[in-house]
């Protein structure tokens, strides 16, 4: 778990490291770097924690074709990490905020709404996925909907983008809904170029109009996402497919590790997508919904 108590750690460290000079892009990219087996006062973890903070705190940014997660710090720094595993991390590089690379058209992902997944998105993938079973009956479920090429796909509560790490989307192809910057972060750093990420949750989706009237060849609420939707939410998603939408709800003897769920409003969103579907399956912790277009 990550919290601001992690950020205020991180950013009372920073002024007493001895940052190294790099050499690396030293003529085009001035930058320098702080390793755990070279500077003093830093370990192994320390390296792996800042990079938890990094990811979760930080957001999108360009080096020329590569997009990785950046933390601008009240110093006039930025800082980044290069490890795909934050656990393997053992250097942290920082450069002056004012410095820009290329064309800035990363994805944004600031929504400056927390949520309760937030101080859990940076280890989301390794510590809270879905099991072998559930990811393996989740995507027979979707392709006996939607077939075995979804083509293009909104995914509403996208987390950290499991349909596309999973391989059942291209990247190109998916359009990620979710209002939790952190777990936006998570799914950029795996997967930066991607169709359109929205940062706001469902409602302010609708109210801000942002997906104009497009109508998607596959639509997905997964990993409980569905839970947080009200019934009126669950037909304007359903509206949004072509073939309507494959929702996952908690099942009603299961809730979320964030505990942020209300059970009733839970309730009431599974009890209206028992309703309106027209297949349902229960698979491991969630029910899985097939809700018709209209």
Not at 10 to 27: I, S, V
């Amino acid at each position: 778990m990550i919290t601001r108590t992690d950020l205020n750690w991180w950013l009372a460290l920073e002024p007493e490291l001895d940052w190294q000079f790099a050499t690396t892009y030293a003529d085009g990219a001035p930058h320098e770097y702080i390793t755990s087996s070279r500077t003093e006062g830093l370990d192994a973890s320390d390296c792996a924690r800042a990079a938890h903070v990094i990811q979760t705190f930080g957001e999108p940014m360009k080096f020329y074709k590569w997009t990785r997660i950046y933390l601008r710090t009240p110093m006039g720094w930025k800082h980044w990490t290069m490890d795909a595993d934050l656990d393997d991390t053992n250097l942290v590089n920082r450069g002056r905020v004012e410095h820009v690379y290329g064309i800035q058209n990363m994805p944004v992902t600031r929504s400056n709404t927390a949520t309760a997944y937030d101080a859990l998105a940076s280890s989301w993938d390794k510590s809270h996925p879905l099991t072998e079973d559930e990811q393996a009956q989740t995507t027979a479920f979707i392709k006996t909907v939607f077939g075995e090429q979804l083509w293009r796909t909104l995914d509403v509560g996208c987390g950290t983008g499991w349909p596309v790490t999973s391989g059942l989307v291209d990247p190109v192809r998916y359009v990620g809904i979710d209002p939790s910057t952190a777990m936006l972060n998570a799914l950029v750093a795996k997967h930066p170029v991607v169709a359109g990420i929205h940062p706001m949750s469902w409602v302010t989706a609708q109210e801000n109009r942002v997906l104009c009237g497009t109508r998607f060849d596959t639509v997905l609420s997964l990993g409980g996402s569905a839970s947080y939707l009200s019934p009126a939410e669950l037909r304007a998603l359903a509206a949004r497919g072509r073939r309507g939408a494959v929702a996952m709800h908690f099942g009603e003897d299961e809730a979320p590790i964030t505990g942020d769920l209300d059970p009733q409003f839970a309730a009431a969103s599974l009890a209206a997508a028992t309703e309106i579907a027209e297949r349902q399956l229960r698979i491991g912790r969630f029910v899985v919904s097939h809700l018709p277009a209209g």
